[in-house]
């Protein structure tokens, strides 16, 4: 796979780039500009020669570090980027309605009046030069943020959704200077502005229209034209060459209809690989899984995703990684990155923590496979594990490689009595013998059931009972569950810096080596060292069983038993 070109993505948002400095020079006709304009006039008449230059860099600056850590604030706490891009084009909208109107105007201006008088005292600060411009810089920064949000906001998308730091430091220097470059000559040509000032007076209604169409067409920039990068590359493609004509395919089991793949939205971060897009990805076979590395479904998929990437990557498959969490801990990227090298996977691995890519697919399974042609395409699907040969039969296909498939292994399909799924928490928990005396969120003592049904489980000891999981509070709480099955997989973790472990028991001894799952040693001890899947049963053949787990101390964490052959 061709890696990622920073140059060529920085090169087609160009136009992003021009769009803030148009908006920076919009925010010089705010309706609050009256109110700000005195103290902009009063701080390069009354200072120094350099004072002028001291109160753009301060402008500039302030601004600079407010957008660039808003960028940082808005990532960490994983908000998503369209929110505020639809907030900041409504605000926008109103705003640029508001200065078409001369009233709104007015009344807008008479409001933020009282802020501009926090700052008026900063031009007559001590000093004359450099150092007390600056000071003024920032503070009519501060005062002018109110008037000039919306378009702060707006600018501050176009800031977020830049796949590297260099392009938001880029696109927010043209916004800043874009506001800076007016308000350096007011500073510098002070005196000549306040004796033309009824002239400007007299057409400032004009210029307000103006800047206010301005707005409205930046708005509609926005909503329609989504995003320069995607407006010049497909402009670049479609008028560079003609498209290539589709070849007609046959593929096993295809969508009756294809449609176009979904982009990859709100991805945290991108493990093995730069961001990729879907336009990037034009003219390659692109396999899409949706996993998640706590899922027993998904890790057996793994090995015959895994092979596909070896065996095709070099004749033009590109498979995609998209991991969704279930639980909390497999929204951290180290748990993550130490799956990925468990599980040998190389290829680009999205991490998808607000399901925002799971959602614009409209995908509801772990594991899902969506692949995609050349064109862009979504052709085919499969949910769940299995039909391994047909999906390699067709990745061959949309490739153009000759022959038939080689995939070795087909999962059987699971029994029809084989246990199903089981969640533990309370948000989802199925087949709790004690269900209504469930005491949510706090430490609550159960009392053992003697008898539990096929396919259930009961509790004894102290537990802490969650929305997604349990946690054992003291030594010697235990779980008791009835099933039946081959392999009794469980999700666990710990509270603990250190690891903790359990003991399991299968129906009433210790289990035996010939039985036990590959987490197990000795004494039917597990060691719960990180959130993970843990191997408990691995019996000859699919039987019913009692599996009893005794915690050798408290703060175990376990949420869900998944079963299989």
Known sequence: MTPFDGNLDLALNLPDIGVAFGEGLALIASPCILPVLPLVLSGGIEGGKARPFGITFGFVAAFSLFVLASRQIVSALHIDPDMIRYASMALLLVLGIMMLSEKLSGSFSAWTQGLANLGHRASTAKGTGFGSGILIGALIGLVWTPCGG????????????????????????????????????????????????RFLTRHAEWVRKGFAVLILLSVGFMAFGSSATTFFSSNTSTASAPQPEVPEVSLENALPTPYPAPEFAGIQTWLNSQPLTMQELRGKVVLVDFWTYSCINCVRTLPYITAWDEKYRDQGLVIIGVHAPEFEFEKKIDNIQTAIAKYGIHYPVAVDNDLSTWINFNNQYWPAHYLIDKEGRVVYSHF????????????????????????????????????????????????????????????????????????????????????????????????????????????????????????????????AADQAGKDVTKGGIVTVKDHALYELVNQTTPENGQLDIIAQGEGVEMYAFTFGE
């Open 150 to 197: 919306p378009i702060l906001a707006s600018v501050l998308v176009q800031v977020i959704r830049q796949k590297t730091d260099l392009q938001s430091v880029l696109v927010t220097a043209a916004f800043a200077i874009g506001a800076a470059v007016p308000m350096l000559v007011i500073t510098l040509t002070g005196k000549k502005i306040m004796s033309h000032f």
């Open 384 to 511: 769940g594990e299995g039909h391994y040969d047909v999906t390699e039969s067709n990745i061959r296909v949309l490739l153009g490689v000759q022959g038939a498939a080689d995939t070795n292994a087909i999962t059987p399909p699971a029994l029809i009595d084989e246990t199903p799924e089981t969640y533990l928490g309370y948000a989802r928990g199925d087949r709790f013998i004690d269900k209504s005396g469930v005491q949510k969120d706090m430490v609550g003592s159960y009392k053992f059931d003697n008898f539990v049904s096929l396919h259930h489980w009961s509790l004894g000891g102290l537990w802490k009972i969650e929305s997604e999981k349990i946690t054992a509070a003291e030594n010697g709480s235990f779980l008791r569950l009835n099933f039946k099955a081959k392999k009794v997989f469980l999700v666990m973790g710990t509270t603990k810096d250190k690891p903790q472990q359990i003991t399991l028991k299968l129906n009433g001894a210790v289990i």
